[in-house]
T-cell receptor, first 112, second 112 residues
Framework: ETGVTQTPRHLVMGMTNKKSLKCEQH?????MYWYKQSAKKPLELMFV???????ENNSVPSRFSPECPNSSHLFLHLHTLQPEDSALYLC???????????FGNGTRLTVT | QKEVEQDPGPLSVPEGAIVSLNCTYS??????FMWYRQYSRKGPELLMY????GNKEDGRFTAQVDKSSKYISLFIRDSQPSDSATYLC????????????FGKGTKLSVKP
């Protein structure tokens, strides 16, 4: 098990559903990230939080809503998604913004 | 031109072979260069991390950066079946090392 835990591992949801992805890091890091990994595309940064404050939103559609209640937990709330949102969603953390990322194993999301 | 280009492969080699994985990039401002390894159904894990030009060696792995050519390489000596994974190059953009731009990844298979 890595120091970054993501739940659930797999999620299937309809386009009208609302669901949330959860990430927890046990590494004492202060920065947390959401990345999206789609087939045949590079990893794409979605959001960055530093000390619970959002520092980056990479032009992500509003149907994705992040929440960072503390430096150890990060959520991604999903609603009215599209089939093209199906992907692997990866959470990562780092000690501070100027240090390498530690990734979780991701949530495989399928939107039907 | 994309910011980071990486041949997706797949690349198949026999056990014991020397493997060369490469990325090119377009932004001459990039200073830090990373290689991540991603096993199937897992998140990426940091493998090598170099600053500016030159070589860095860690066991069977050597990372090489040629800033004049905007070209980075990862060499794996005496490749093992356990090296079978997707290898992703990444570079931080902006002032944050957490805001990484990734290549698409090269899928490597080492056959016993």
């Amino acid at each position: 098990e890595t120091g970054v835990t993501q739940t659930p591992r797999h999620l299937v949801m309809g386009m009208t559903n609302k669901k949330s992805l959860k990430c927890e890091q046990h590494l004492g890091h202060n920065a947390m990230y959401w990345y999206k990994q789609s087939a045949k595309k590079p990893l794409e940064l979605m959001f960055v939080y530093n000390f619970k404050e959002q520092t980056e939103n990479n032009s992500v559609p509003s149907r994705f809503s992040p929440e960072c209640p503390n430096s150890s937990h990060l959520f991604l709330h999903l609603h009215t998604l599209q089939p093209e949102d199906s992907a692997l969603y990866l959470c990562a953390s780092s000690q501070v913004l100027q240090s390498p990322l530690h990734f979780g194993n991701g949530t495989r999301l399928t939107v039907t | 031109q994309k910011e980071v280009e990486q041949d997706p492969g797949p690349l198949s080699v026999p056990e014991g072979a020397i493997v060369s994985l490469n990325c090119t990039y377009s932004n001459s401002a990039f200073q830090y260069f990373m290689w991540y390894r991603q096993y199937s159904r897992k998140g990426p894990e940091l493998l090598m991390y170099t600053y500016s030009s030159g070589n860095k060696e860690d066991g069977r792995f050597t990372a090489q950066v040629d800033k004049s050519s905007k070209y980075i390489s990862l060499f794996i000596r005496d490749s093992q079946p356990s090296d079978s994974a997707t290898y992703l190059c990444a570079m931080p953009q902006g002032g944050s090392q957490g805001n990484l731009i990734f290549g698409k990844g090269t899928k490597l298979s080492v056959k016993p």
